[in-house]
């Protein structure tokens, strides 16, 4: 059974760069035909995709958030991270690694269950 498990900075200041990072365990994130996401969701918004990156390494981001989210790897740690740079206290929100089979509507996803598997979560609070 994969677990995910999200890992960063609580508390980040605005106009700086976001970085977390996923550690993945019982499935590598080289194999397979998943696809490794990020996502978010603020207190009374509906969840947000960020990106995700597959087994090949190759990614795709929300266009909204294309100019200021990267998404890399570690393979030898099978670990991904999350860089959104230049934030806002609008980007404070509950993070959440999370991996799909390709079923999933990402763009439109709404609720954690729209993906297969996803992490606890993790609060990032942006200071203005």
């Known amino acids: 059974q994969v677990q995910l498990q999200e890992s960063g900075p609580g508390l980040v200041n605005s106009s700086q760069t976001l970085s977390l990072t996923c550690s993945v365990f019982g499935d590598s994130i080289t194999t397979g035909y998943y696809y490794w996401n990020w996502v978010r969701q603020s207190p009374g918004k509906d969840l947000e995709w960020i990106g995700y990156i597959n087994r090949s390494g190759a990614t795709y981001y929300r266009p909204s958030l294309k100019s200021r989210a990267s998404i890399s790897r570690d393979t030898s740690k099978n670990q991904y991270t999350l860089q959104l740079s230049s934030v806002t206290p609008e980007d404070s929100a509950v993070y959440y690694c999370?991996?799909?089979?390709?079923?999933?509507?990402?763009?439109?996803?709404?609720?954690?269950?729209?993906?297969?598997?996803w992490g606890q979560g993790t609060q990032v609070t942006v200071s203005s």
């Open positions: 999370t991996r799909d089979a390709g079923r999933t509507r990402r763009m439109s996803a709404t609720r954690l269950a729209d993906f297969e598997h």
